[in-house]
């Protein structure tokens, strides 16, 4: 199974947001795509998005940012299911944020417990996906007088123990949308290695750069965008680099040369041609910038940690 995690720049417009995702959802051949928290911004966003959708083999979890279900209820952070052509509202919201406000609220807790078989589950090819929102991996504490070891927060209520221990045994696969990258990263890496404990997988992706009222711009690296992790322990990631900037529509032809669908988008530094439209001799010849492939990034890890 191909899982395609996709993250966003905190400061893209909405209306650019929508359009990022009608085209990667349209040209994805991932069989699921998990999208960083906020996908897009209400209901408006995804009437439009049903009208595009062309891909009837990928699924994808997205998140809305504002929800009026009606004058009487208002939600955030609503998810979306699309599958077979189709998105299915989920009836689910994020319950809570942060630590603090589950510290001493077992209620909040037990609610997500209880939602979790149900509304934050989808099973594909018969692996079980469960979904957390955000912040509700603080459901896992950590022990700082033993080395920030993780723990279920309630596990000393046998009730809630018992219904976090069915969420694991019916749970393959964690899924984590994230809005923007949480503190205490050492104390989250653990927190995620104990969610994929026992040969379950744990996959998060947020989004980056710098929003209104930060003052530090979050870089697009592999190890502060997105997170994998199996049978308790991270997964290791490889990130090429390569100077030029994004096109904003599919721009170019098909090519045997083709080695991703960024092929249409990707323009590099010094052209304002996206590969896909440039001829094989501006391929071949053209101005070389810092690039670094992921390849050359694998080889060098290879290299320092197989030294026999």
């Known amino acids: 199974m191909i899982i395609q995690l996709v993250a966003f720049n905190v400061s893209s417009t909405w209306k650019k947001r929508l359009e990022m995702t009608t085209e990667i959802f349209n040209n994805s051949n991932a069989d699921l795509i998990l999208f960083s928290g906020h996908t897009l911004l209400n209901l408006k966003y995804v009437r439009a998005l049903k009208k595009s959708i062309t891909n009837n083999h990928t699924r994808a979890i997205l998140e809305i940012k504002d929800y009026e279900r009606n004058s009487f209820m208002e939600l955030s952070n609503s998810l979306f299911y699309i599958h077979d052509g189709i998105i299915e509202d989920m009836f689910s919201s994020q319950i809570f944020a942060s630590s603090k406000e589950i510290k001493n609220d077992s209620m909040l807790a037990e609610r997500l417990l209880k939602e979790m078989p149900e509304r934050r589950k989808i099973i594909i090819d018969g692996i079980r996906f469960s979904i957390l929102q955000c912040g509700e991996i603080n459901i896992i504490a950590n022990r700082q007088k033993d080395q920030n070891k993780p723990y279920f927060r309630f596990e000393d209520e046998p009730n809630m123990a018992s219904m976090f221990d069915e969420v694991e045994k019916t749970t393959d696969v964690f899924l984590n949308p994230i809005h923007t990258p949480m503190g205490n990263i050492?104390?989250?890496?653990?927190?995620?290695?104990?969610?994929?404990?026992?040969?379950?997988?744990?996959?998060?992706?947020?989004n980056f750069g710098k929003s209104n009222g930060q003052k530090k711009v979050t870089p697009i690296t592999s190890t502060n965008i997105h997170y994998a992790y199996y049978d308790g322990k991270e997964l290791q990631q490889f990130m090429g680099s390569h100077e030029g900037v994004l096109a904003e529509k599919?721009?170019?032809?098909?090519?045997s040369e083709k080695w991703s669908d960024l092929w249409y988008i990707y323009k590099p530094a010094g052209y304002d041609k996206t590969l896909a439209e440039m001829t094989e001799s501006e391929r071949n010849n053209r101005k070389k910038y810092k690039s670094v492939s992921s390849m050359e990034v694998f080889a060098k890890w290879y290299k320092e940690n197989n030294k026999e």
């Not at 050492?186 to 947020?206: C, E, H, I, V």
């Not at 599919?250 to 090519?255: A, E, H, V």
Request: aromatic share 12%; no cysteine; glycine share 8%.
């Open 186 to 206: 050492n104390k989250m890496r653990k927190k995620k290695a104990l969610l994929s404990k026992d040969g379950r997988y744990y996959f998060s992706t947020n």
């Open 250 to 255: 599919i721009l170019g032809k098909d090519s």
